[in-house]
């Protein structure tokens, strides 16, 4: 180990859970919270033109496009567990901020700069994920599962903010749990100082346990050359990535609106919003099964489901065929982002492989509320009928293309030491460390 270099005061078994909190927040903060902006908007700063919503989620979204390069770039230097607990620190601020925020441009820019300082979690998904004891597929489970229990809890956060006279008056519930998380960070993501020791070349190196939540050097100066050359598989799969994720964004913004139109109450629609949330998690544990039986072609059926699960909400405003469509729905959305997820983790890793889907998902988050905004201004079933034909074009193109094998850089074992020890590595942590 080279001399200054940082370590994490707590092991892989403990940060694990910190930054899968971190995830689940940021999720919370990004993208959970938005179908209740307009009605937010309404209530705090008498706004009701829709384009306002979507103004402000594509402004969000274009924060988090221009940071995360900027976040990649810091990680060079600085260990990510500090850069975590340094962007959660904001982000305490900035939420408590935002209860106080006496316009709606304040509100919008005090939203950015909290989006901005809790992208960099993201930097950890391919390490949290691949650091799992049971595989890659388990951890990519697990991720989906930590995001989803995360908008089942912002959707009762907002249906508090929106009930209450002044909606600002019940944002502080998300300060404290920004606090919370603040203090775990504290507590489990330290990093300490080791004595110099001679460091072996990359190639030899084992994967200790008490490797850095970040290195000091760059994670792409391991990768080999040919991974930082996209390959068309690659450019293919961040294209179906961009896709799905703007087709299942963009249906998010007015979903409450559209149910309410149809008769639904505020406690209703909230509750037809959060149902694919629990249809996810209930699909989850039959993944494995499912995908040892449909292989490659359980992703093309999951994302037909999802489609047919939108349609037939945009044809019925009836409580009954909408939970249903909504439960459809749900459940192709969870089959789809596992099995869309662990081909993004298989074929790129966490260098500048990664960096181009991650950049592709932002990219989707960023367009969807153009198309949210540009379909519901002429109906607020619009969304819906869009997100299903994307979807169901998704889910014809890629149907039959194979799952990619893993690459050079999927099997290096440096390449995950950077955030999280894996699990193998946690195990040999009992036995004192040869110097």
Same mark, same amino acid.
């Given at each position: 180990?080279?001399?200054?270099?940082?370590?994490?005061?707590?092991?892989?078994?403990? %940060?694990?859970?910190?930054?899968?909190?971190?995830?689940?927040?940021?999720?919370?903060?990004?993208?959970?919270?938005?179908?209740?902006?307009?009605?937010?908007?309404?209530?705090?700063?008498?706004?009701?033109?829709?384009?306002?919503?979507?103004?402000?989620?594509?402004?969000?979204?274009?924060?988090?496009?221009?940071?995360?390069?900027?976040?990649?770039?810091?990680?060079?230097?600085?260990?990510?567990?500090?850069?975590?607990?340094?962007?959660?620190?904001?982000?305490?601020?900035?939420?408590?901020?935002?209860?106080?925020?006496?316009?709606?441009?304040?509100?919008?820019?005090?939203?950015?700069?909290?989006?901005?300082?809790?992208?960099?979690?993201?930097?950890?998904?391919? %390490?949290?994920?691949?650091?799992?004891?049971?595989?890659?597929?388990?951890?990519?489970?697990?991720?989906?599962?930590?995001?989803?229990?995360?908008?089942?809890?912002?959707? @009762?956060?907002?249906?508090?903010?929106?009930?209450?006279?002044?909606?600002?008056?019940?944002?502080?519930?998300?300060?404290? %749990?920004?606090?919370?998380?603040?203090?775990?960070?504290?507590?489990?993501?330290?990093?300490?100082?080791?004595?110099?020791?001679?460091?072996?070349?990359?190639?030899?190196?084992?994967?200790?346990?008490?490797?850095?939540?970040?290195?000091?050097?760059?994670?792409?100066? !391991?990768?080999?050359?040919?991974?930082?050359?996209?390959?068309?598989?690659?450019?293919?799969?961040?294209?179906?990535?961009?896709?799905?994720?703007?087709?299942?964004?963009? @249906?998010?913004?007015?979903?409450?609106?559209?149910?309410?139109?149809?008769?639904?109450?505020?406690?209703?629609?909230?509750?037809?919003?959060?149902?694919?949330?629990?249809?996810?998690?209930?699909?989850?544990?039959?993944?494995?099964?499912?995908?040892?039986?449909?292989?490659?072609?359980?992703?093309?059926?999951?994302? %037909?489901?999802?489609?047919?699960?939108?349609?037939?909400?945009?044809?019925?405003?009836?409580?009954?065929?909408?939970?249903?469509?909504?439960?459809?729905?749900?459940?192709?959305?969870?089959?789809?982002?596992?099995?869309?997820?662990?081909?993004?983790?298989?074929?790129?890793?966490?260098?500048?492989?990664?960096?181009?889907?991650?950049?592709?998902?932002?990219?989707?988050?960023?367009?969807?509320?153009?198309?949210?905004?540009?379909?519901?201004?002429?109906?607020?079933?619009?969304?819906?009928?869009?997100?299903?034909?994307?979807?169901?074009?998704?889910?014809?193109?890629?149907?039959?293309?194979?799952?990619?094998?893993?690459? !050079?850089?999927?099997?290096?074992?440096?390449?995950?030491?950077? @955030?999280?020890?894996?699990?193998?590595?946690?195990?040999?942590?009992?036995?004192?460390?040869?110097?």
């Amino acid at each position: 180990m080279s001399e200054g270099q940082t370590v994490p005061a707590a092991t892989g078994g403990t %940060a694990r859970p910190v930054l899968l909190g971190a995830a689940g927040l940021h999720m919370v903060t990004q993208t959970a919270l938005a179908p209740f902006y307009p009605a937010l908007f309404r209530s705090a700063y008498g706004i009701r033109d829709l384009a306002a919503t979507g103004l402000f989620l594509m402004l969000c979204q274009l924060a988090a496009v221009i940071v995360l390069p900027l976040w990649g770039r810091a990680t060079r230097h600085v260990p990510l567990a500090r850069l975590v607990t340094a962007g959660q620190a904001a982000a305490v601020l900035l939420a408590g901020a935002l209860a106080l925020a006496p316009s709606y441009l304040v509100f919008t820019l005090l939203s950015v700069a909290l989006i901005m300082a809790k992208s960099v979690v993201l930097l950890a998904y391919p %390490a949290v994920a691949r650091s799992h004891p049971k595989g890659l597929l388990c951890g990519v489970v697990q991720y989906v599962a930590v995001l989803h229990v995360a908008a089942v809890g912002a959707t @009762v956060l907002g249906t508090v903010v929106v009930a209450v006279p002044d909606p600002r008056a019940a944002l502080p519930l998300l300060a404290v %749990a920004e606090a919370v998380l603040l203090g775990a960070c504290v507590m489990l993501l330290r990093v300490r100082r080791e004595p110099a020791f001679s460091r072996p070349s990359a190639a030899q190196e084992p994967v200790a346990a008490h490797e850095p939540v970040a290195a000091h050097e760059p994670v792409a100066a !391991q990768e080999p050359v040919a991974a930082s050359r996209p390959s068309r598989a690659l450019v293919r799969l961040a294209v179906f990535v961009l896709v799905n994720f703007v087709a299942v964004t963009a @249906v998010r913004p007015y979903f409450t609106e559209y149910a309410a139109e149809g008769g639904a109450s505020i406690t209703s629609a909230s509750l037809l919003f959060v149902l694919p949330h629990l249809a996810v998690l209930a699909v989850l544990p039959a993944t494995r099964t499912l995908r040892r039986r449909f292989g490659g072609r359980l992703l093309p059926m999951a994302l %037909a489901l999802a489609a047919a699960g939108l349609l037939e909400q945009a044809v019925t405003t009836e409580a009954v065929p909408l939970a249903i469509g909504r439960l459809l729905f749900g459940a192709g959305l969870g089959l789809a982002q596992v099995a869309f997820d662990e081909r993004v983790l298989t074929i790129t890793g966490s260098g500048a492989a990664y960096s181009l889907v991650a950049a592709a998902q932002t990219c989707g988050l960023l367009l969807a509320p153009l198309l949210a905004t540009a379909t519901a201004s002429a109906a607020l079933a619009g969304p819906l009928l869009a997100g299903a034909a994307l979807l169901a074009v998704l889910a014809v193109l890629v149907r039959g293309d194979a799952p990619p094998a893993p690459t !050079q850089e999927t099997a290096s074992p440096t390449m995950f030491k950077a @955030v999280v020890p894996a699990a193998a590595d946690r195990r040999q942590a009992s036995a004192p460390a040869a110097r």
